[in-house]
């Protein structure tokens, strides 16, 4: 059974994305489809931020590209030295959170103890860290379309049909690849079902909600809170922001007697 998640890939260290490998696990046959880019902004205040840990009281990696923006400010600043003599070291002794197991990963790589990445989503760790201390935050990088969104997903419905479920891993992502799933969906919907006479667009969305019924995934409550605002049914939330978690959300949710 195929599925799709618009995410980018990335290997581990077993060299293939976990989402591939524990969807597989289930059976299914995961494809995945990048939808964003990134452009970083504000690097040199945020540089200048972390030669100053004495100012804060820890740090806070919300995804995998503030972590990437850590080491761009070090290469950029040359500050790559002092970090490793004196500055992670001086962030070691205070709080380091993160959302989710693989930006820990790669918050422990660049050499940082890390809290909070088994909360389970943003929003319970933000619970927890304003439970202790207060926040000053910095924006170091903004989402963007990601260029070849629309050449990659008709490929991919030219090539392999329409997915049992596509999950969606960002309010944004959805934002930006909606308009063309409907698109490519709609038309296997009208190979089922010929438009007559009395079909209006509310109709066929209707109808393309209902073949979507099961198909909708979301990665977190945040994700499924924007697909619902769309008014898309959502078929599972996964438990955690984990491969394991979705993968075991999505064979639920396409189990024959589920609804």
Not at 31 to 42: C, G, K, M, Q, Y
Not at 96 to 124: F, H, P, Q, R, W
Not at 206 to 213: D, E, T, V
């Amino acid at each position: 059974m195929k599925v799709l998640l618009l995410k980018d890939p990335k290997e581990d260290d077993r060299g293939q994305d976990p989402y591939i490998r524990e969807l597989g696990l289930y059976g299914f046959e995961a494809t995945l489809i990048p939808v964003l880019s990134f452009e970083f902004l504000s690097l040199p205040s945020f540089s200048e931020k972390l030669s100053h840990p004495e100012g804060y009281g820890g740090l806070i990696f919300t995804s995998p590209r503030a972590v990437e923006a850590v080491e761009l400010c070090l290469e950029k600043d040359n500050k790559t030295e002092v970090w490793e003599k004196s500055l992670r070291e001086k962030w070691n002794a205070k709080s380091v959170y993160v959302v989710g197991n693989a930006t820990a990963s790669l918050v422990n790589k660049i050499g940082l103890d890390t809290e909070g990445e088994n909360c389970g989503n943003a929003e319970k760790l933000a619970e927890y860290i304003c439970s202790r201390i207060p926040m000053e935050s910095i924006t170091v990088y903004q989402k963007i379309p990601h260029p070849g969104i629309q050449a990659n997903l008709n490929s991919y419905y030219s090539q392999q049909g329409v997915p049992a479920s596509i999950t969606f891993f960002s309010p944004s992502g959805l934002t930006h690849s909606l308009k063309h799933i409907q698109e490519l969906s709609g038309d296997s919907i009208d190979q089922i079902k010929p438009p007559g006479p009395r079909d209006t667009r509310e109709n066929c969305r209707q109808l393309w909600l209902l073949r979507s019924a099961k198909r909708f995934a979301a990665i977190g409550p945040t994700t499924a809170r924007a697909l619902a605002a769309q008014g898309l049914p959502v078929s599972c939330t996964a438990e955690s922001p984990t491969p394991s978690a979705l993968a075991a959300g999505i064979r639920t949710a396409l189990q024959p007697h589920s609804c």
